[in-house]
C-alpha cells in the first residue's frame, strides 16, 4: 500500500520560508516522478514542482522559479519542497504526488499521478 504523508505547512507572514516534507512507504521503485502540487479554494490543482527521484532533476512551475526548491533523502525516502520569499498567492494546500516518471511539461499533469497525500495548508499573509 502506497502511503504519501505530507508535513510542515503552517502560517506564516510574506517573506517568510516553510519546509514541506513528503515521507513516502510501500514501494520499492528505485526511480520514480515525485510531484509536489497546490490548490486554492475554487481553483484546479496546480503543478509546483516535481523531481525525479532516480537522477534528482527538478521541475518547476515559473511562478516558483528562484523562490522554491524541491529536494530528495533517498534513504529517508522523503521529498522536501523548501519554500522562500512566500507570497499571499501561494496560500494552498500543498499535496505531494507520485507518477512513474517525470517529463518536461508532463509532471504538471495531476491527472497522470497516481497516489496523493492527505495535503498540507500553507497561509501566507500580507
Known amino acids: 500500500q502506497v502511503q504519501l504523508v505530507e508535513s510542515g505547512g503552517g502560517s506564516v507572514q510574506a517573506g517568510g520560508s516553510l519546509r514541506l516534507s513528503c515521507a513516502a512507504s510501500?514501494?520499492?521503485?528505485?526511480?520514480?516522478?515525485m510531484g509536489w502540487f497546490r490548490q486554492a479554494p475554487g481553483k484546479e490543482r496546480e503543478g509546483v514542482a516535481a523531481?525525479?527521484?532516480?537522477?534528482?532533476?527538478?521541475y518547476y512551475a515559473d511562478s516558483v522559479k528562484g523562490r522554491f526548491t524541491i529536494s530528495q533523502d533517498n534513504a529517508k525516502n522523503t521529498v522536501y519542497l523548501q519554500m522562500n520569499s512566500l507570497k499571499p498567492e501561494d496560500t494552498a494546500m500543498y499535496y505531494c504526488?507520485?507518477?512513474?516518471?517525470?517529463?518536461?511539461?508532463?509532471?504538471?499533469?495531476?491527472?497522470?499521478?497516481?497516489?496523493w497525500g492527505q495535503g498540507t495548508q500553507v497561509t501566507v499573509s500580507s
Open positions: 504526488g507520485r507518477r512513474a516518471y517525470c517529463r518536461l511539461g508532463a509532471w504538471r499533469r495531476a491527472a497522470e499521478y497516481n497516489y
Open positions: 510501500g514501494y520499492t521503485a528505485s526511480s520514480n516522478c
Open positions: 523531481i525525479s527521484t532516480g537522477g534528482g532533476v527538478p
